[in-house]
Nanobody, 126 residues
Framework: QVQLAESGGGLVQAGGSLRLSCAAS????????MGWFRQAPGKERELVTA????????YYGGAVKGRFTISRDNAKNNVYLQMNSLKPEDTAVYYC???????????????????WGQGTQVTVSS
């Protein structure tokens, strides 16, 4: 089992940057594929980006490709989301999620993830 805690959210102007962190408990972090999701008011939770357990494979949603970067540090039990060129439409609660997986692949659907953090609010003002 793993517990996840996001941090780094806040209020930023359009065009600015934020770096989110997700700290995971436990000693088997490298066994988990990780994902960042977001949910805006009145909308469904959507996948932002995902990374495989070894960090070699990544996926980005079309809305963030070229602006966001996911990375992980298995030695520190952390996954990161660097968000650049932020837009007001990026405003949402951002969640990290974990899926125990033997294969080094990304996991792309909400239903597949086993563990979720509490979320961190990101607000981008225009």
């Amino acid at each position: 089992q793993v517990q996840l805690a996001e941090s780094g959210g806040g209020l930023v102007q359009a065009g600015g940057s934020l770096r989110l962190s997700c700290a995971a408990s436990g000693r088997t972090f490298s066994m988990y594929a990780m994902g960042w999701f977001r949910q805006a008011p009145g909308k469904e939770r959507e996948l932002v980006t995902a990374i495989s357990r070894n960090g070699f494979n990544t996926y980005y949603g079309g809305a963030v490709k070229g602006r966001f970067t996911i990375s992980r540090d298995n030695a520190k039990n952390n996954v990161y989301l660097q968000m650049n060129s932020l837009k007001p439409e990026d405003t949402a609660v951002y969640y990290c999620a974990a899926k125990a997986l033997l294969l080094p692949k990304t996991v792309l659907t909400t239903a597949e993830y086993d563990y979720w953090g509490q979320g961190t609010q990101v607000t981008v003002s225009s």
